[in-house]
């Protein structure tokens, strides 16, 4: 565990997290710690990345999944204390940095633009990733898109790709282009509609018997947390 300042060992508890999840992460994590003393250890990745470590017993306290369905198999493999508890609902849009805000009014015709590359999450181990797929299938675009998809380990990398300039465009989380907004003023942006996908619900389960963890659990279905969650573009359960 870390140390005080004055020496003493300070309690902590560790946490696997989606990357789309990090920055309010953060955020809450601060706030955790001013109310409890706690120091709170962010480990960040894609979801079906860290659900690997999990199971190959890397020490972590809790594990806040961008999908449901790594920790329920957790669950039912033995490898978690208590139920699975949803804490966000997560959602997609299109930003294209190389193009004016009115390139095009509807998300179905992205492949009227010219561009080379369209970034999104690996579809295999990223929900978000997943859900990109899902939404471009749904609107009949994959096939004229795929040749240009190039896909990041988790959607934190995806929206890297796109913000970096080596992707035209890009479909990330709302909770990512909510943090950095102004930053995409006057370019293209298009929310993707939440039913051209299956639900993105971030589920979260305790791995170990962590009190701090439980304790952390907990203050995410707290007033202020969801506060702090609904303000970065995320729905509640």
């Not at 860290?50 to 669950?75: M, S």
Request: include cysteine; charged fraction near 20%; aromatic fraction near 8%.
């Amino acid at each position: 565990m870390p140390s005080c300042k004055n020496g003493e060992r300070k309690e902590s508890v560790r946490i696997a997290l989606a990357s789309n999840f990090l920055p309010v992460a953060e955020d809450l994590a601060v706030l955790f710690e001013r109310d409890t003393g706690v120091h709170v250890e962010l480990v960040s990745g894609s979801t079906g990345k860290l659900y690997a470590q999990i199971v190959n017993g890397a020490p972590y306290d809790l594990f806040l999944a961008a999908d449901r369905e790594r920790p329920e198999k957790l669950r039912k493999g033995g490898k978690t204390i208590g139920n699975v508890t949803p804490y966000a609902i997560g959602s997609l849009v299109v930003i294209g940095p190389s193009f004016p805000n009115d390139a095009v009014s509807d998300w179905k015709n992205l492949k009227i633009l010219e561009f080379k590359h369209l970034a999104i999450a690996n579809p295999d181990i990223a929900p978000y990733g997943r859900a990109s797929v899902e939404a471009l299938r749904y609107s009949g675009q994959f096939v004229d898109l795929n040749g240009r998809i190039v896909q990041g380990e988790n959607i934190s990398q995806a929206y890297h790709f796109v913000s970096s300039g080596n992707a035209e465009i890009g479909i990330i989380s709302r909770s990512q282009w909510m943090k950095d907004r102004a930053k995409w003023s006057g370019s293209l942006v298009i929310a993707v509609p939440t039913d051209a996908h299956e639900p993105i619900e971030q589920c979260a389960v305790l791995l170990t018997e962590n009190q701090f963890a439980s304790q952390f659990l907990k203050f995410l279905g707290s007033d202020k947390a969801t506060e702090t969650i609904r303000a970065t573009g995320y729905n509640i359960p």
